[in-house]
C-alpha cells in the first residue's frame, strides 16, 4: 500500500505542476503589448474645429491648436498630454499650461487633443509632452510668434510721393473724421 500511495502522491504532484506551466503559458499569451506613439504632430485649425494644416510653428491669434497622437497600436492605453510653455515672458520655465487625458477604447489608434487660451497665445517656445499609461512617450517643441513680424531695417524707410512733381496738401488745421 506504501508503494501505491507513493505512486499516488508523485502523479497528484505531476498534474499540478502541469496546471501551473499551463496557466502560465496562457497569462502570457493574454498580455498586450504596451503602444507606442508612431506620429505625433501639430496642426492649425481647419476652420471647422478638426486638424486642418500640419506646422511646426503658429501664430498668437492660432486658437485653438491641435495636437495629434497616431499611435502603433489599437489597444487600450491613457494617453496624457502636457502642453508646456518653455520659454515664455512672463511665464516660469517649464510651466503646464493644458493638461488633458483621454483613455483609447479597443481599435482606435489616434487622439486629438486641443490647446486654448482665455485670449490669445503669449509669444513664446513650447513643448507638448505626451505620456503612454503615465510614462513618457514622446515630445515636441514648437514655437508661437507675434502676429506681425517685424522686417529688420523697415524702420527706415520713408514714404514718399508717387509724382514729385505733386505738391503734398498744405494742412488745414482742420481734422477729418
Not at 513643448?127 to 510614462?135: E, Y
Request: glycine share 8%; proline share 7%; hydrophobic share 40%.
Amino acid at each position: 500500500m506504501a508503494f501505491s500511495g507513493v505512486v499516488g502522491l508523485k502523479l497528484v504532484y505531476s498534474l499540478l505542476i502541469c496546471l501551473f506551466v499551463a496557466a502560465g503559458a496562457y497569462a502570457q499569451s493574454e498580455q498586450t503589448v504596451m503602444p507606442a506613439v508612431e506620429e505625433l504632430y501639430l496642426a492649425r485649425d481647419d476652420g471647422k474645429g478638426k486638424a486642418g494644416e500640419q506646422v511646426s510653428e503658429f501664430r498668437i491669434t492660432d486658437i485653438p491648436i491641435h495636437c495629434v497622437v497616431l499611435l502603433d497600436a489599437n489597444s487600450m492605453v491613457t494617453v496624457k498630454m502636457n502642453f508646456v510653455a518653455v520659454s515664455v515672458t512672463g511665464v516660469k520655465p517649464d510651466t503646464k499650461v493644458v493638461t488633458s487625458s483621454y483613455v483609447t477604447k479597443e481599435g482606435q489608434n489616434r487622439v486629438n487633443f486641443t490647446g486654448r487660451p482665455d485670449d490669445r497665445w503669449t509669444p513664446g517656445k513650447y513643448r507638448v509632452d505626451i505620456f503612454l499609461d503615465g510614462k513618457m512617450a514622446k515630445s515636441l517643441e514648437f514655437d508661437i510668434k507675434s502676429a506681425v513680424d517685424v522686417v529688420p531695417g523697415a524702420g527706415k524707410f520713408v514714404p514718399t510721393p508717387r509724382d514729385r512733381k505733386a505738391k503734398p496738401p498744405k494742412p488745414t488745421g482742420k481734422s477729418n473724421p
